[in-house]
């Protein structure tokens, strides 16, 4: 959520960025600034009533005390008249700034600097591109049939006892699912991350800290007797660990990172792009998330960026970097750097991972603070990566590495699978 000082002080500076994300946002900055007019002025009423009832409740029995009987009743009299008026008064406030509050979680954050125009991901600037692009023969399969022919994942019995977009891994398959998993955590702890396995259900209140509600709340599955939603990524946990926290400046930086099955709707999803594991409703994530201070947030940001592509590097993967462009940014972004992978029998690129700066805009959401040297509190900076997502890595893996003799496992993953081919 943006702040309201920065709406303040900087209406055009605002609206100009937001129009980079092709979101016209200056009816509603308007908007807010008048509310915010109101909310302050009628703060301000409030108080001076406040403090008039407080001095009058003091003089009273004074009053009666010097036997200035009738100025003491004229000052009972206010009294009951200021706390008629402030309870109204009180009442007004509590409205504005719920209005002024549901007009603020309208806006998304405001794009980086560096973020290019754009309507879509035909937009994004491609920043880096590294690893040889396999050549298969003409008969190379898609990982769908190769899944098929190995018996390693089952589409259709998935579709029998869920529905689409839920396989089962079996045999070899669930070894390389776990495989990967262990081998993302221990590359991150390694690297300096503290593990957490986190609950896959979430409160409303933690979906509204990390911007999925009420902005991606029709792609996440509830559970409507219990007000509680399924998680689609470990981000929102994990962050959310920071709500209503205030932090020390020598805490910095908290880097967490977690496993854990997501869970997405993906409605209006389907067609030859979300066959096989391309997408699903539900999928396995290693997630690295970072609080950090505003200052070295950015620096951060590379150094996940470098984690990500490291893990590429060593699971022998041709990758490439996007910059997202505003009109392909999330809500709740700055900037945010795509990976793809290339998927040879498919000949498309596949994206693996997103990992994203979202400066102070989760954070004043979560009122996620830390107190400076001054000891004033300010707000943290939070980010978060793919680190990686499962689906799209196995579909790469499984048709960049078949050979006549089976499907070759990368030297990196062999210690964790205890084999080095699916045959």
């Known amino acids: 959520m943006l702040s309201l000082q920065l709406i303040r002080e900087k209406k055009e500076f605002v609206a100009d960025r937001l129009a980079v994300k092709n979101f016209d946002a200056t009816t509603l900055l308007d908007e807010i600034i008048e509310l915010d007019k109101n909310r302050r002025n009628t703060q301000r009423e409030l108080d001076d009533m406040l403090a008039e009832a407080n001095q009058l409740a003091k003089s009273i029995g004074q009053l009666y005390k010097s036997g200035e009987r009738e100025k003491a009743e004229a000052a009972k009299s206010r009294s009951s008249e200021l706390k008629q008026l402030t309870k109204e008064l009180s009442a007004k406030l509590s409205e504005i700034e719920k209005s002024l509050n549901n007009k603020l979680i309208e806006l998304p954050n405001i794009p980086h600097e560096s973020v290019p125009k754009g309507n879509s991901d035909q937009d994004n600037e491609t920043v880096f591109e590294e690893g040889t692009i396999p050549q298969l023969p003409e008969d190379a399969l898609p990982h769908w049939e190769l899944a098929s022919k190995y018996q390693i994942i089952d589409f259709d019995l998935g579709s029998k006892v869920t529905g689409a977009g839920f396989p089962f891994y079996r045999g070899k398959g669930a070894r390389l699912q776990r495989a990967l998993i262990n081998f993302f955590l221990d590359e991150a702890i390694n690297a300096g991350y503290l593990e957490y396995q986190p609950p896959l259900l979430i409160n409303e209140d933690s979906g509204f800290g990390t911007g999925q509600l009420p902005d991606k709340e029709g792609q996440m599955y509830f559970a409507n007797m219990d007000n509680l939603y399924l998680i689609p990524t470990a981000e929102v946990p994990i962050t959310n660990i920071y709500r209503n926290v205030i932090l020390k400046e020598t805490d910095f930086p908290i880097k967490n990172v977690a496993y854990s099955n997501c869970f997405r709707r993906e409605a209006g999803s389907y067609g030859k792009d979300v066959r096989g594991l391309n997408r699903l409703h539900q999928f396995d994530k290693v997630e690295i998330v970072q609080v950090e201070h505003p200052d070295n947030s ?49 000949k498309r690129w596949l994206e693996v991972s997103s990992v994203s700066n979202f400066e102070s805009f989760q954070a004043n959401r979560l009122k996620l603070r830390f107190r400076d040297k001054n000891g004033k509190t300010q707000l943290a900076h939070t980010l978060n990566g793919s680190a990686l997502a499962l689906p799209r890595i196995v579909a790469s893996l499984l048709e960049n590495n078949q050979t006549p003799e089976g499907i070759r496992i990368p030297k990196a993953l062999q210690q964790y699978t205890g084999f080095d081919l699916i045959n």
Do not use: W
């Open 298 to 346: 950015y620096n951060t940001l590379e150094s996940m960026k470098e984690h990500v592509a490291n893990l590429l590097r060593k699971l022998e993967l041709p990758f490439r970097i996007l910059r997202l462009c505003g009109g392909d940014l999330s809500f709740t972004s700055a900037l945010t750097f795509d990976f793809e992978t290339y998927s040879a029998a498919q």
